[in-house]
């Protein structure tokens, strides 16, 4: 009798081994990629030979990253409409940049955590990667308004910030707009969020409970990672409205690129992104289950499988990089002075 119990419990033990071994294998199968467990591995993907990340670096763009003195006005910063503190994001539907002005298209802000994994930076996914897509929000009119010329004035008129980018990059190094805005994307490809999705899909069978898993199981069947794939969940340009039309598609005028392809948000940290969609316009993620299923997929999302898939997406929210509000190096008697209008 004890050797028929053992017996039953090795069965019952290996088939829920392979269950989940077959469910990691599933959701790679499908385009699902997990963050490396190894900082070797991580920094392959993330880091540039060219221009290799350096604390020093990472330091420095952390101070520009936070300094409101890049805009304009002296009062936005990156930090403003991509909050570290609020999921990367802002927490509402449509950023507000340089005089208090709504953005014209009414877009929302996505999220800066894990973006050195997106395919395309935007959401028409203009720049395709994060030095390029820094110097956007900085120039641009509704956002922080500085042109180049202003920005590298106010940094070359700083001697602490001089004697930083000396540090950095050596003595000969041009502090110039381009150097400026691609320090600032050295530091935010560090900022990467791990989850105990990472550790499932690693090998750890244990980091997802069963409920978990059933979300992952159903996120995978109903058709969502054929858009939010990869190591993002997101990030790559796919075609909007496939089977449906979006419910506020009328709020604000954006269409996507020429071809009508919009950039695929991430999923990971998906709960402390709200509002959702390009526009902001739905703030309950299981809405937003749901109303992707109608858009995208052509299919109905029973509110009992929307429940699922949620459970599965709270297991990527990650672990975030410890980050101390910089104490930043004061101006000077040269430096620009604010403009608000």
Request: net charge negative.
């Amino acid at each position: 009798m004890k050797l028929v119990v053992s017996l039953a419990v090795c069965v019952l033990g290996a088939s829920s081994l392979f269950a989940n071994t077959s469910l990691i294998e599933k959701a790679k199968t499908n385009g699902l990629q997990a963050i490396p467990s190894s900082e070797v591995e991580l920094m392959k993907l993330i880091d540039d030979k060219k221009d290799p990340i350096t604390k020093e670096k990472v330091e420095l763009g952390k101070k520009l990253y936070f300094d409101p003195r890049i805009s304009k006005s002296g009062i936005i910063s990156c930090n403003t409409c991509h909050n570290l503190g609020l999921g990367g994001a802002d927490g509402i539907p449509a950023a507000i940049g340089h005089g208090w002005t709504a953005n014209p298209h009414h877009l929302n802000s996505p999220t800066v955590y894990n973006s050195v994994f997106f395919k395309a930076q935007f959401w028409d996914g203009r720049s395709p990667h994060l030095a390029d897509q820094a110097q956007g929000p900085v120039q641009a009119g509704p956002e922080m308004a500085a042109p180049p010329s202003l920005v590298e004035q106010r940094i070359n008129s700083i001697p602490e910030y001089v004697n930083e980018f000396q540090v950095a990059y050596g003595k000969d190094v041009k502090v110039d707009f381009a150097k400026i805005t691609d320090t600032i994307a050295t530091f935010e490809k560090t900022l990467v969020t791990p989850s105990k999705y990472d550790k499932f899909l690693n090998g750890d069978d244990n980091a997802l409970s069963k409920e978990e898993k059933e979300g992952l199981n159903t996120f995978i069947d109903k058709g969502c990672a054929s858009c939010h794939t990869g190591i993002a969940l997101g990030g790559t340009m796919q075609p909007f409205e496939l089977a449906a039309k979006y419910k506020f598609t009328a709020v604000g005028d954006f269409k996507g690129d020429a071809q009508g392809m919009v950039k695929t948000p991430t999923l990971r940290n998906i709960t402390e992104t709200a509002p959702y969609f390009h526009n902001g316009q739905i703030w309950a993620l299981t809405d937003a289950i749901k109303e992707m299923g109608s858009v995208q997929l052509g299919i109905k999302i029973s509110d009992d499988e929307a429940s699922k898939i949620l459970t599965f997406l709270k297991t990527l929210k990650g672990d975030k990089p410890a980050i101390s509000y910089p104490q930043l190096p004061e101006s000077t008697i040269d430096t620009a002075k604010p403009e608000s209008n």
